[in-house]
């Protein structure tokens, strides 16, 4: 085989790589887009119905507790998991700690991003169990923030790193401390950290794993923070193992909902990006 | 402030990471008040390393061991109760990269304004942004875009940015980082124009690689080889009676040698200042 020949076999290859790939989305959209989008146009009700008392069995009303059960858990714990996650970033700049204290707290981070949610989710349920309290809205919080919070703190750490130097240096010439110093290199890496955020969102919206043991899996409205609640990947599951046909239906409305929240999400942070990006010196990243 | 604000005494600089280098070498020099003093020498003399022990710059890295001492007005700038940020206030610093910090125009100049609140309302912040604009030239460029983003300026427009931003401050010395190196010649006259216009009235050292430009713009001479003080002394006795053997070579004569003993690309062109003093006959 000659050389012109592999190359030619090569671009081949990579091209139906990269064409089988982009075609399981498109196909995974394309089925959550007619089908669940489908269900919800003949009824876009049922987003904002809570449930029946028999939803589960029958159908009755919507999945509203579980939208708002999303809302409620996933929003606080991205906060919390924010703050944390540029806390440590910031922490982990030489500013503030020695190169080998940050490898080391790195590749403990890595460790994290690499466990499996699941394991999160037994985690906070040992200390749901050891407590003597009950699987709530509370613990669901506790489980996401601690799944979102590697992910969201490598996205802001790379960001931090590919900053200027130059910016530090430059306010620290001002005579700025540590603090305001790392206030102003965060400005600076927005576009990374808002990267990080979005991220840390869809990824913590996305997950069912995390909160399938230690939020309770209810199948009424959230009534506080200690009370049983449930989120769309959750009700995505128990709707899609139901007997019956409408409920498993909804699986798909509720699906499409959860797309387009985070394909929203990700445009947003897109446009968010690009404005921080106009003020970030070396143009835009 | 005493006629001399800024002086080193025994200064020396180590770095101790993997590879001990003593970057510069218990020098002693002085930098007297409104004065524009250069500090040349050839690249990895220890000239950057020098400027940024003069403000502390170096507490925010790791393994650099200082010895000896900085006093300004007197007092010492590393042997004190003096928070770091209050000293880097006092010794501004300027540094290499144009770098607009990513803020607007007008809170660029405000920012060290904000940090030390040396502003009694908007109108007194506005008229400080206004004044040190004016101060650095630009004023007449920006006045009608001021909440544009800075970093949407020209790299000489920024680098004017960085200075107008390290006055607003209202530094005893200005401590200025090979700060035309960057930027096309005529961004770089422009900033010269601006040191030259501001030399009288601030302390401002300046740190570069161009023999030239230290011709055109310095009152004192201090020049730096492997971390040593070669030879200091004002820019006409320092370019027409240069004492040393090692100065005379560098000035004019055969390439020196850096500190693995390679050549470096000389930087200097021979003393040809006179007439049209263009900034890049030696940018290289």
């Not at chain 1, 012109?4 to 887009?33: C, D």
């Not at chain 1, 169990?129 to 790379?158: C, H």
């Not at chain 1, 110093?181 to 890496?189: F, H, K, L, P």
Request: proline share 5%; aromatic share 8%; net charge negative.
């Amino acid at each position: 085989m000659n050389r012109y020949t592999r190359q030619r076999l090569f671009g081949i290859a990579v091209r139906a790589a990269a064409s089988l790939v982009v075609g399981v989305l498109l196909l995974v959209i394309g089925v959550t887009v007619i089908r669940g989008g489908g269900v919800l146009l003949a009824d876009p009700s049922i987003v904002l119905t809570p449930p029946g008392a028999r939803y589960m069995l029958e159908g009755t009303g919507g999945f509203l507790h579980a939208v708002l059960g999303s809302i409620f858990i996933v929003g606080p714990a991205t906060v919390v998991s924010m703050v944390a996650a540029v806390s440590t970033a910031v922490y982990l700049q030489s500013d503030y700690s020695s190169e080998r204290f940050s490898d080391a707290v790195n590749m403990f981070l890595n460790v994290l991003w690499g466990t499996p949610p699941i394991v999160y989710g037994l985690f906070v349920l040992t200390i749901i169990i050891a407590t003597g309290t009950q699987t709530s809205l509370f613990f669901g919080i506790v489980a996401i923030a601690i799944f979102q919070y590697p992910i969201m703190t490598r996205y802001t750490d790379e960001a931090l790193r590919a900053a200027p130097e130059t910016v530090r240096e430059s306010t620290y010439g001002l005579g700025a401390t540590r603090f305001e110093s790392a206030r102003m290199t965060v400005r600076a890496a927005a576009p990374g950290v808002i990267a990080g955020l979005v991220m840390g969102f869809a990824r913590g919206i996305g997950d069912a794993a995390t909160v399938l043991f230690t939020t309770g899996r209810s199948t009424r409205m959230p009534g506080g923070l200690f009370d049983a609640a449930t989120t769309l990947p959750v009700l995505i599951f128990d709707q899609a193992m139901s007997f019956n046909a409408e409920v498993r239906s909804h699986a798909y409305a509720a699906a499409f909902v959860l797309t387009v929240v985070v394909l929203g999400l990700i445009v947003l942070s897109k446009l968010l990006a690009g404005r921080y990006a106009r003020y970030t010196p070396g143009g835009n990243r | 402030m005493t006629d001399i604000p800024l002086t080193t005494d025994q200064l020396s600089v180590t770095y101790t990471g993997d590879r001990e280098i003593e970057a510069v070498k218990g020098v002693s020099i002085d930098f007297p008040a409104n004065t524009l003093t250069t500090i040349i020498g050839p690249s990895g003399c220890g000239k950057s390393t020098l400027l940024k022990s003069l403000n502390r710059l170096h507490d925010i890295q790791e393994n650099v061991e200082i010895n000896g001492d900085v006093l300004l007005s007197g007092e010492s700038v590393y042997d004190t109760d003096v928070p770091a940020p209050e000293i880097r206030r006092r010794i501004g610093y300027v540094p290499q990269t144009p770098t607009a910090l990513p803020v607007s125009i007008y809170e660029n100049v405000a920012y060290g304004l904000r940090i030390h609140g040396d502003y009694d309302s908007k109108a007194d912040l506005d008229e400080k942004v206004e004044t040190y604009l004016r101060k650095v030239n630009l004023w007449d460029e920006v006045a009608d875009r001021l909440d544009a983003p800075g970093a949407e300026l020209s790299t000489g427009q920024i680098q004017r940015l960085c200075v107008a931003r390290s006055l607003a401050v209202e530094p005893d010395v200005l401590l200025c980082d090979e700060v035309t190196s960057a930027l096309d010649p005529v961004s770089a006259e422009s900033v010269e124009e601006t040191l030259r216009e501001l030399k009288s009235e601030y302390t401002i050292v300046l740190v570069t690689h161009s023999m030239a430009q230290a011709r055109r713009l310095a009152d004192e001479v201090v020049f730096l080889y492997l971390g040593e003080v070669i030879e200091s002394n004002d820019v006409r006795s320092f370019f027409e009676d240069p004492q040393a053997e090692r100065t005379r070579t560098f000035i004019g004569g055969p390439t020196p040698v850096d500190r693995d003993g390679t050549p470096v690309e000389p930087t200097a062109t021979p003393p040809t200042h006179g007439g049209g003093s263009t900034v890049d006959d030696d940018e290289r």
